[in-house]
């Protein structure tokens, strides 16, 4: 499986990454609600960063398609000075959103495809976009969860097996959820002078 995820850094595509989300998911500690991500958040928070840098080590596969995980493993590894890993690091993130970006445009036609309930936050973080509700929808394809934000705009993500699982029914309020404190974007520029989106 670890070949899905070399190939898709390798060359990065739409269809590299549907492939590698739906490796990740059939992984049997795969958990969409998002417990290694808030555990990380949580210790981030707190400046817990050696904490943080074992936990980001020992990453479970079923996280490696996540953003919100490589941008705490940079952050992780900047703090704990290993300069060469933060910068890994944050490449991973960057490709790993820009393979979420590839699964559609947010549109009710073309909702984006999610892998874990966070990668909604990390959409959003990077299109700087703030939550004014979020309900869920049927649609042809499945279930989606349309958030509008407050410039009025709807953002769609197809929730996909997330619908049928138990998970669903405690997904976050983004507005509330305090896993992503800061924008992505701006979290990317404080680990290092180079900005990345």
Not at 162 to 191: E, F, T
Request: negative net charge; aromatic residues 10%.
């Amino acid at each position: 499986m670890i070949d899905y995820y070399q190939a898709f850094l390798e060359a990065p595509s739409r269809e590299g990454f549907l492939k590698l989300q739906e490796e990740v998911k059939s992984e049997t500690d795969f958990c969409s609600a998002g417990s290694f991500v808030n555990q990380l958040a949580d210790l981030c928070q707190r400046g817990c960063y050696e904490q943080m840098f074992e936990q980001t080590e020992m990453m479970p596969f079923a996280w490696v398609a996540s953003p919100s995980a490589h941008l705490y493993a940079s952050i992780a590894a900047q703090q704990m000075g290993c300069e060469d890993d933060a910068e890994l690091e944050r490449f991973v993130t960057e490709s790993i959103l820009q393979g979420l970006l590839e699964t559609g445009n947010g549109s009710a036609d073309a909702p984006y495809q999610i892998t874990y309930l966070s990668d909604r936050q990390d959409l959003l973080a990077y299109f700087s976009l703030n939550v004014e509700q979020q309900r869920l929808v049927r649609s042809p394809s499945g279930m989606m969860d349309v958030v509008t934000t407050t410039t009025g705009d709807d953002l769609c993500f197809l929730l996909g097996d997330l619908a049928a699982s138990s998970q669903l029914a405690d997904r976050p309020n983004l507005r509330l959820n305090v896993a992503h404190p800061r924008l992505a974007s701006k979290r990317l520029a404080a680990c290092s002078p180079r900005r990345i989106w």
